[in-house]
């Protein structure tokens, strides 16, 4: 995972927390052969720890069309250098 911020570290932790008891259960689950039940549980962990990081809420909006507006409004010398080289 690439460039976590604190806030999203924090979410992950949170995400972990509530969804590892339900994954070891699922994993039991499967041990004990109840298939269907267990792989359901071990899915439902996955999907409550990848699912917060890969959605886009309506308070990340903001701050992507933040992100978006930055970097057509200022440049940073860097890219001012090399436009002037290409003109």
């Not at 041990?31 to 308070?59: E, N």
């Amino acid at each position: 995972m690439a460039n976590l911020g604190i806030l999203d570290m924090i979410g992950l932790a949170a995400s972990l927390v509530f969804a590892l008891p339900v994954g070891v259960f699922g994993l039991n689950r499967l041990l004990d052969g109840q298939t269907v039940l267990g792989g359901g549980l071990v899915v439902v962990a996955v999907a409550m720890v990848l699912l917060p990081q890969k959605l886009t809420t309506p308070m990340d909006l903001p701050a992507d069309l933040a992100g978006a507006a930055v970097g057509t409004v200022a440049k940073t010398p860097e890219e001012d250098e090399e436009r002037d080289r290409s003109e």
